[in-house]
C-alpha cells in the first residue's frame, strides 16, 4: 500500500462548523456559575454569530476561525473577571456535503416525532 505525502502545511480549516461547549469556572467559592455564564452570553451575542444556549451549554455556530476565536474569547473574559481556572469541553462538527445549520438537525427530529404523533 502506498503512502500518500500531504502537505498540512495547505490545510484549510473546514468552511464552516458548530462547536457545543459548556464552560466551567473552577474555584470561584461557588457552586453557582449562572453570573460567569450571562457574562458569556452577552460576549457571543455581541460577536454576531448564531447560538442556543442550553441548559448544559451554548451551541454556536460560524467559520471554524470565528467559533473557535469566540470560545478562546469567553476564556479570556472569564479570567478578566477574576477567575484563575476554567474548564471547558467541545464537541465540534463540520460538514462538506451540504450546509446545515444546528437548528436544522433539531428540526428534522422534531419532524419525525410529529409524524408519530
Known sequence: MATTK???STLKT???CYADFCLLPLGTGSPSVSRE???VQKLIRSSGLKYCMHSAGTTVEGSWDEV???IGKAHALVHQAGVSRIQTSMRVGSRTDKIQHFEDKVNKVEEILAKEK
Open 6 to 8: 500531504v502537505d498540512y
Open 14 to 16: 473546514p468552511e464552516l
Open 37 to 39: 455564564i450571562a457574562d
Open 68 to 70: 473557535m476565536n469566540i
